[in-house]
């Protein structure tokens, strides 16, 4: 299981890193808030509803087994909604 309360600095960590070929540049603020957007939108920020998973193996074909290779699982207990984000960077 991952922490939901940093489910947002997660996501915006793979914003602001990027991929193989990206350089982080700036102070990290736009990443932060497009993260915090995508979890307010997602489940209103109620941290303590939410049941979080992280995988970082290669479960699929569409990844290669390289280190930008995530998936998190998001459960909404409340509301009753699940999300999978998926990312993976290759050439």
Do not use: Q
Not at 18 to 41: F, I, N, P
Not at 47 to 56: F, Q, R, T
Not at 60 to 78: H, L
């Amino acid at each position: 299981m991952f922490d939901p309360f940093l489910l947002d600095g997660t996501f915006a960590s793979l914003l602001y890193h990027g991929g193989a070929y990206s350089h982080a540049s700036g102070d990290g603020v736009a990443e932060k808030e497009l993260a915090m957007d995508v979890c307010k939108a997602m489940f209103a920020l109620r941290h303590g509803e939410i049941v979080c998973n992280m995988n970082y193996g290669v479960w699929t074909p569409w990844f290669k087994g390289i280190a930008w290779d995530m998936t998190a699982i998001v459960f909404d207990r409340g509301n009753r909604k699940l999300w999978m984000f998926a990312t993976t960077d290759t050439d």
